[in-house]
């Protein structure tokens, strides 16, 4: 890694167990002001329907909140599922917040659909909706560079420069490649599979009037603490908690390490488990910069996006300013 990677924060309002959403919601605008006071280049928040376990329903109406009790930091979404809305509703939205926080706005844009049937049909929307991506993504970029002879305009959306990036699932390299935006990705299926599509987005980019070059952001779970065990520790509730999901089909507020490790898994649950613990970041603050240098420098991210949720608020806020101070950004 020849260079400091900026650091950002995405944070999807997870619920603990025994709290209410709505204090899952205050959390986020708390964690925000204190990812603002350590340096962090961004902070997005998530759009979950229908999820027990998640409060954060309505990204926008969140940013808002987000971009009010802070002063400089970046605020966006990590991100608009864009099948689930209308391209004008979101131009205005996002027109809307960068008119009241202006040169702070991110609008990331993802392609997943409603986690089950019956969220999709309450959504008025449908696995098409999902193929219909790159067309919508190119409506929607339409609104910001509309003529005043348009047919629909976005007010006031017309004629503003928002940041926009593409989660990478599935198709999503693809998108971003040809939208000419930047690209956000996971290692989902792996370190080996994550070079080899960014190496598809930078070959098949596309220059547009938002981005001249590729740009990468890797979004990864990061555990930093003072022991590995204790770091390693600090991920397991929401490992749990998409553990369950697979096995069961929802996804349940976090639950305290020591209650989860109690339990008797079935085997299902077991597998499941172990599979999702793997592929995070975690350790001492020495593991982790030798780890996260490596992965960085392999894929030449110029940007990380630290995901990292969990039941322990004050083991996750002691984690996040481990990392800050393991790599300074600038001011």
Request: no cysteine.
């Amino acid at each position: 890694m020849t260079a400091t990677p900026r650091l950002s924060v995405l944070d999807r309002s997870l619920v603990r167990r025994g709290h209410s959403p709505a204090e899952s919601l205050q959390r986020t605008r708390r964690f925000a002001v204190e990812a603002e006071r350590l340096g962090y280049h961004r902070f997005w928040v998530a759009e979950h329907h229908g999820v027990p376990g998640v409060a954060g329903a309505a990204p926008t109406v969140l940013a808002a909140a987000v971009a009010s009790a802070t002063s400089h930091i970046r605020v966006g979404t990590g991100g608009v599922m864009l099948p689930n809305h209308q391209p004008l509703v979101v131009a205005e939205q996002f027109g809307v917040l960068e008119s009241m926080f202006p040169g702070r706005i991110d609008l990331g844009l993802g392609r997943s659909l409603g986690f089950t049937a019956k969220i999709r049909r309450a959504l008025g929307r449908d696995r098409e909706s999902a193929e219909r991506f790159g067309e919508s993504v190119a409506e929607l970029l339409g609104y910001f560079t509309a003529t005043p002879d348009a047919s629909v305009r976005a007010v006031p959306a017309e004629g503003l420069r928002i940041p926009m990036f593409i989660l990478a699932t599935g198709a999503g390299v693809e998108f971003a490649a040809q939208a000419g935006l930047p690209l956000v990705i996971a290692a989902i299926r792996g370190d080996e599979a994550l070079r080899q599509s960014v190496d598809q987005y930078r070959e098949t980019f596309q220059p547009s009037a938002l981005t001249s070059r590729p740009y990468v952001v890797l979004s990864r779970s990061i555990a930093v603490a003072e022991t590995t065990e204790q770091a390693r520790r600090l991920l397991i509730p929401e490992a749990w908690s998409s553990a369950y999901s697979r096995v069961h089909g929802v996804f349940p507020p976090l639950e305290p390490v020591g209650d989860i490790l109690a339990r008797q898994f079935t085997d299902w649950e077991r597998e499941q488990f172990d599979r999702a613990m793997r592929g995070h970041l975690y350790g001492t603050e020495a593991e982790v910069t030798e780890a996260l240098a490596a992965i960085v420098g392999a894929i030449e991210a110029d940007e990380v996006l630290v995901s990292t949720s969990g039941y322990d608020e004050d083991g996750l806020l002691d984690s996040y300013r481990r990392l800050a101070r393991l790599f300074p950004q600038p001011h």
